[in-house]
């Protein structure tokens, strides 16, 4: 499934933050995102992470940044 066009570059964003665990500008594009998704473009999102995920393995220090 993909995003429609003016979601995509904030879909990138949010998964480039992602990988440089980037609190501050995750936490900015989820807002936008919030504002303006569909639910096909949170399909889409959850499509582009596990990608992203698989092409650079986790990184050791992401246990430690998530909160329980």
Do not use: F
């Not at 399909?43 to 650079?56: E, F, S």
Request: proline share 9%; aromatic share 2%; net charge neutral.
């Amino acid at each position: 499934m993909s995003a429609r066009p003016e979601i995509e570059p904030m879909l990138r964003g949010i998964t480039e933050a992602v990988h440089d665990h980037d609190d501050h500008v995750l936490r900015r594009l989820l807002g936008r995102l919030a504002e303006q998704a569909t639910t096909d473009d949170l399909y889409a999102l959850r499509d582009a992470l596990p990608r992203l995920r698989r092409a650079t393995g986790p990184s050791p220090s992401w246990p430690d940044r998530v909160s329980k």
